[in-house]
């Protein structure tokens, strides 16, 4: 659980309305129940909204700070899969393997996923909307707890955005590195986890399983691209990400 460690609302330099603001206003009245979710489409898309989930870890434990100390608890953070494993995203803590989901592709079991997970922050990939009809009851249900929602970009940079949100620290890029190439763990890199004070994936056998496991989701070029697409961002070690708000309804016919 390396996040708890690694990561703090500091470390993010935070414009809407091209207006300084703050990590808390990405998510705003952020509280010990929230729930961040972000859809993934394509190959390694998830890269494309780093910063938003990892300002959600930080207010995740800024908003209760004994998750740091006192429990050492995973962020309540998923990773919705569609139509195919896109790659693991568990290097951002995406953490035990349930929190990362897999979903065929129909649109009512996107939004079934959303609601079972009880998403209250949700991040998504910019789509067309269409006229969707979702089960019965099941728009409500996500209206009812949808308090923030955003379309991202694979890419990082998402057209017309209103948000954008930069890393000031080198340490912000250490997840997105670690999910472009997800089987680094050496045994030498095993061993120094084990001898951690704090219990860390890392150090859990089914942790590097389940790298191995999804090693082979996408392909060589796939993550290639992936990888190109992070290093044009990149200025001086960090990474500045856009996106925009959307209505939770607008957002529901995107799915």
Not at 4 to 18: G, H, N, P, R
Not at 41 to 67: M, N
Request: charged fraction near 30%.
């Amino acid at each position: 659980m390396h996040v708890a460690d690694l990561l703090a609302s500091k470390m993010f330099d935070v414009e809407i309305a091209a207006k300084p603001a703050s990590a808390s206003d990405v998510f705003p009245d952020w509280n010990v129940h929230d729930r961040f979710g972000v859809l993934v489409y394509e190959p390694l898309g998830g890269i494309g909204a780093t910063h938003l989930i990892q300002v959600a870890c930080a207010l995740f434990y800024d908003c209760k700070p004994e998750r740091r100390s006192a429990r050492k608890i995973y962020p309540e953070i998923y990773a919705i899969h569609v139509g195919q494993w896109w790659g693991t995203h568990a290097a951002y803590d995406f953490w035990p393997s349930r929190r990362e989901h897999l979903v065929r592709g129909d649109h009512r079991d996107v939004l079934d996923a959303i609601n079972d997970r009880g998403i209250t922050r949700l991040a998504l990939p910019g789509r067309p909307a269409r006229d969707v009809v979702h089960r019965n009851k099941e728009v409500d249900t996500a209206l009812d707890r949808l308090a923030t929602t955003l379309v991202y970009s694979s890419t990082g940079r998402t057209s017309d955005a209103d948000l954008t949100i930069g890393g000031n620290d080198k340490r912000t890029e250490i997840n997105p590195q670690r999910a472009l190439r997800p089987v680094h763990l050496t045994e030498a890199m095993t061993a120094r986890a084990a001898k951690s004070s704090t219990p860390i994936k890392e150090a859990e056998a089914e942790y590097r399983d389940w790298l191995r496991a999804h090693d082979g989701d996408i392909s060589a070029e796939d993550r290639a691209e992936a990888d190109r697409r992070r290093a044009s961002l990149r200025e001086n070690g960090t990474v500045r990400e856009s996106y925009r708000f959307i209505a939770a309804s607008e957002a529901l016919k995107c799915l």
